[in-house]
């Protein structure tokens, strides 16, 4: 099983950067695709950036060419690079393998301010 802690989120106003990082234990983070997901309030949970083991990444077309998506498979982490971020993309972003089959971690907030 893997144990998966986010940190990162916090409140930003519109335009502004953020970067979120993930830390997970277990061998397993090696070997699988690994996705950031967000919820904001009144939604369901939905991927945003995904990145295989290899580095192959595909994003939501609503964060294409904002977000950047890495990982660090020697230290079991994976970040996302958030630029130009709007009050739309308010949210809690968790971290888990994609599809997701580990037991979701508390994730980060991210507030965006107009």
């Known amino acids: 099983q893997v144990q998966l802690v986010e940190s990162g989120g916090g409140l930003v106003q519109a335009g502004g950067s953020l970067r979120l990082s993930c830390a997970a234990s277990?061998?397993?983070?090696?070997?699988?695709?690994m996705a950031w997901y967000r919820q904001a309030p009144g939604t369901q949970r939905g991927w945003v950036a995904i990145?295989?083991?290899?580095?192959?990444?595909t994003y939501a077309d609503s964060v294409k060419g904002r977000f950047s998506i890495s990982r660090d498979n020697a230290n079991n982490t994976v970040s996302l690079q958030m630029n130009s971020l709007s009050p739309e993309d308010t949210a809690i972003y968790y971290c888990?393998?994609?599809?997701?089959?580990?037991?979701w971690g508390q994730g980060t907030q991210v507030t965006v301010s107009s």
């Open positions: 888990n393998t994609y599809p997701a089959f580990s037991a």
């Open positions: 277990g061998s397993i983070f090696s070997r699988n695709r």
């Open positions: 990145i295989t083991s290899g580095g192959t990444t």
